[in-house]
């Protein structure tokens, strides 16, 4: 049970890849603490158990990597909530492991149309939707692998380099706006996204963590409330760690 019930009484939000993981771990936060919250992600089976299980009022099977797709999903999740106050960006996958000059291109474009591309898309529809409100927050998942990089991951790497960039450009569009755009870097953190990489590609991850251990999807979750919050007033176009160490900067 949070400490901070009611914290989010009053706000709406979407949750993409809320199927599971850091998304799932999210939206129950967001509702223990009085959110309504509509769920997207790709997989709709997950979907409705994720639904029962976090008690969110609404959610879309949507693919954001289509543009079209998450302009519907928008208009869908507005008409049922009444408002959008928050948007949390969790929705992504790893693609291949494997060195650069073996990388298949269809991977590629797939990781970079997900992770970038299908956040630029949420963004692009929700933040009118905050605008007119005078009032918004937005936490985009980036990943530690976007200020280090990650050998055979180039392209997990680097959408989640152009994530950062993206927050930031769009964080200092909008500072005066009244809508606050943050992201976190987390280290490898437990999550069904692990079961898309081979286990010495996890444990190499696991590796450079100083703590010696794997994040957890709540721990992350903790600081996403914090910055979808009123009580994060002073902070955007930022970057926050969740590494357990491991980041340098």
Same mark, same amino acid.
């Given at each position: 049970?949070?400490?901070? #019930?009611? #914290?989010?009484?009053?706000?709406?939000?979407?949750?993409?890849?809320?199927?599971?993981?850091?998304?799932?771990? %999210?939206?129950? #936060?967001?509702?223990? /603490?009085?959110?309504?919250?509509?769920?997207? *992600?790709?997989?709709?089976?997950?979907?409705?158990?994720?639904?029962?299980? =976090?008690?969110?009022?609404?959610?879309?099977?949507?693919?954001?990597?289509?543009?079209?797709?998450?302009?519907?999903? @928008?208009?869908?999740?507005?008409?049922? $909530?009444?408002?959008?106050? &928050?948007?949390?960006?969790?929705?992504?996958? %790893?693609?291949?492991?494997?060195?650069?000059?073996?990388?298949? $291109?269809?991977?590629?474009?797939?990781?970079?149309?997900?992770? $970038?591309?299908? &956040?630029?898309?949420?963004?692009?529809?929700?933040?009118?939707?905050?605008? @007119?409100?005078?009032?918004? #927050?937005?936490?985009?998942?980036?990943?530690?692998?976007?200020?280090?990089?990650?050998?055979?991951?180039?392209?997990?790497?680097?959408?989640?380099?152009?994530?950062?960039?993206?927050?930031?450009?769009?964080?200092?569009?909008?500072? %005066?706006?009244?809508?606050?755009?943050?992201?976190?870097?987390?280290? =490898?953190?437990?999550?069904?996204?692990? *079961?898309?990489?081979?286990?010495?590609?996890?444990?190499?991850?696991?590796?450079? &963590?100083?703590?010696?251990? $794997?994040?957890?999807?709540? /721990?992350?979750?903790?600081?996403?409330?914090?910055?979808?919050?009123?009580?994060?007033?002073?902070? =955007?176009?930022?970057?926050?760690?969740?590494?357990?160490?491991? %980041?340098?900067?």
């Amino acid at each position: 049970m949070s400490i901070y #019930r009611g #914290r989010f009484a009053g706000r709406a939000a979407i949750v993409t890849g809320g199927a599971s993981g850091l998304g799932r771990a %999210t939206a129950r #936060r967001l509702i223990a /603490e009085g959110a309504r919250v509509s769920l997207w *992600d790709l997989d709709g089976d997950m979907l409705g158990e994720s639904q029962e299980a =976090t008690g969110a009022e609404h959610f879309v099977a949507v693919d954001v990597a289509d543009p079209a797709a998450v302009a519907a999903a @928008a208009s869908q999740s507005q008409a049922a $909530l009444g408002r959008v106050d &928050i948007l949390v960006t969790s929705a992504g996958i %790893t693609g291949a492991t494997a060195p650069v000059h073996e990388y298949p $291109l269809e991977s590629w474009r797939r990781v970079i149309d997900v992770n $970038l591309n299908g &956040i630029f898309y949420c963004c692009r529809e929700i933040v009118p939707l905050m605008l @007119a409100n005078g009032y918004g #927050r937005i936490v985009n998942v980036a990943s530690v692998a976007g200020k280090e990089g990650n050998p055979n991951a180039s392209a997990y790497s680097a959408s989640k380099a152009g994530v950062i960039g993206f927050t930031k450009s769009l964080g200092k569009e909008l500072a %005066t706006k009244g809508v606050l755009v943050n992201c976190i870097t987390p280290a =490898t953190f437990e999550s069904p996204i692990l *079961d898309q990489l081979p286990p010495s590609q996890v444990e190499y991850m696991r590796s450079r &963590i100083p703590m010696g251990r $794997l994040g957890e999807a709540q /721990e992350s979750a903790a600081l996403v409330c914090w910055l979808v919050s009123d009580e994060c007033s002073f902070s =955007t176009a930022a970057t926050f760690d969740t590494s357990g160490g491991r %980041t340098t900067y």
